[in-house]
């Protein structure tokens, strides 16, 4: 049982490059989300999806675009980076309706130069 | 808007003392209220939640204490042991606008928690 997995664990892209983060969990939770950090500020949330087949933004969706794949699934992509997006990107997912307990994967780590 | 924030940004203990990492909130309406560990280059871990209808819960070693009246949040680990050093986010879900859950969570700043031996 591996969680909340994610790839890449690093990333650096240059201005206006895209590239797609991945998210899978294996613990059939029907929840899912995308959180940046940035440093000395808490997390603050993209995009989520509560079930499969709905996404909906969060705090700060600007310049992202998220898909739901399946119910194990969810990508994060950057159509167009800029360094305004460098940042540690955590996925997590929850049972419907637990959105406060919710399960983190280890993050990537993305530069944008 | 709404926020959660934090008194402290770091908080020094010695070894086997008790810690109390504090997190103010501002939307009195929200229903759940949570607290989660990170770990250096980890993602955040949940620790405890406490519902707004309740004004203590206690797991294990940590308990975290809810004062409505002044928008007040607190977890209080016990005999802190240096697997406790860790950032320390409290959060809040806070209703829709219709008045049910949300699937949101809003994160506090973090409080750093250092165990010196």
């Known amino acids: 049982n591996a969680g909340v997995t994610q790839t890449p664990k690093f990333q650096v892209l240059k201005t206006g490059q895209s590239m797609t983060l991945q998210c899978a969990q294996d613990m059939n939770h029907n929840s899912m989300y995308w959180y940046r950090q940035d440093p000395g500020m808490g997390l603050r949330l993209i995009y989520y999806?509560?079930?499969?087949?709905?996404?909906d933004k969060g705090e700060v969706p600007n310049g992202y675009n998220v898909s739901r794949l399946n119910k194990r699934e969810f990508s994060l992509r950057l159509e167009s980076a800029a360094p305004s997006q460098t940042s540690v990107y955590f996925c997590a997912s929850s049972e419907y309706g637990t959105a406060y307990e919710q399960y983190f994967g280890p993050g990537t780590r993305l530069t944008v130069t | 808007g709404e926020s959660v924030g934090l008194h402290l940004p770091t908080l020094s203990v010695q070894e086997g003392d008790n810690s109390i990492i504090n997190c103010a909130y501002s939307?009195?309406?929200?229903?759940?209220f949570i607290w989660y560990k990170q770990e250096s280059g980890k993602g955040p871990q949940f620790i405890i939640d406490i519902r707004s209808n309740m004004d203590k819960r206690q797991g294990q070693r940590v308990t975290v204490l809810l004062n409505k009246t002044v928008k007040h949040l607190s977890l209080q680990i016990a005999a802190t042991q240096p697997g406790d050093s860790a950032v320390y986010f409290c959060?809040?879900?806070?209703?829709?606008?219709?008045?049910?859950?949300?699937?949101?969570?809003?994160f506090g700043t973090g409080t750093l928690l250092a165990v010196q031996p």
């Open positions: 939307n009195s309406a929200s229903d759940y």
């Open positions: 959060a809040e879900n806070p209703p829709s606008k219709y008045g049910g859950a949300t699937n949101k969570l809003i």
């Open positions: 999806s509560a079930s499969e087949g709905t996404t």
